[in-house]
């Protein structure tokens, strides 16, 4: 399978404080892609790093990309109570078309 | 609200009926996807047009079947479906099939199969 692995399964933090996510795929990639879906919603996207960028930034949320360990993390800082959902990694393989292979997900609840 | 717009939000229906799931986009997409999504799992692609052209299946059983009768709307038609098939599914755009390019999602239609 081509679906990537994300850990924690499942993340509670406090208001205010940061939250990170990891993701990790098996194969060579295009890029790599970040969605949030709150519950009983569809999946928003969040924000895209190629695969020759290490970090990207937009607004509180941060994105690193690894390509000789495969993996990608999620930071997302001072976190608030509307960041309750799940995240998802998404990889495009460096051949073929714009299909996105899901991670297994990652469900964030944020206390206030 | 979303850009991308899914009918019925909600469907039930038994394992002899025939329905239509429907999806609209008016941001000039020229690339849309069905996926499937069961309960605590990722999205699995299911079908992919590109310029109203069915360009991947990805093995989706035949009681399935998509239908992109214009650039702006993409149908997903039912027959015959198991309990199995109960799921959230999600319909997406992007500008086109190619690399680099974010994919936009509707809220989904939540299918009972009784």
């Known amino acids: 399978s081509q679906q990537g692995e994300e850990d924690p399964q499942a993340l509670s933090i406090q208001e205010g404080e940061n939250a990170t996510m990891n993701c990790s795929y098996k194969t060579s990639i295009n890029n790599l892609q970040w969605y949030r879906q709150n519950s009983g919603r569809g999946l928003v996207h969040l924000i895209l790093i190629r695969s020759n960028e290490r970090e990207k930034h937009s607004g509180r949320l941060r994105v690193t990309l690894d390509t000789s360990k495969k993996s990608s993390s999620l930071l997302i800082t001072a976190s608030r109570a509307a960041d309750t959902a799940s995240y998802f990694c998404a990889t495009v393989l460096q051949t073929g078309a714009n299909n996105l292979f899901f991670g297994t997900g990652t469900r964030l609840t944020v206390i206030p | 609200d979303t850009e991308v717009t899914q009918t019925p939000k909600h469907l039930v229906m038994g394992m002899t009926n025939k329905k239509s799931l429907k999806c609209e986009q008016h941001m000039g997409h020229r690339a849309m996807y069905w996926y499937k999504q069961k309960a605590k799992k990722p999205p699995e692609l299911m079908f992919v047009?590109?310029?109203?052209?069915?360009?991947i299946n990805e093995s989706v059983p035949s009681r399935f079947s998509p239908e992109c009768p214009n650039s702006s709307l993409l149908n997903l038609h039912l027959h015959a479906l198991q309990p199995e098939d109960s799921a959230l599914y999600l319909c997406?755009?992007?500008?086109?099939?190619?690399?680099?390019?974010?994919?936009?999602f509707g809220d989904g239609t939540r299918l009972s199969i009784l």
């Open positions: 047009y590109s310029y109203e052209k069915l360009s």
């Open positions: 997406a755009s992007s500008q086109v099939v190619g690399s680099n390019q974010p994919q936009h």
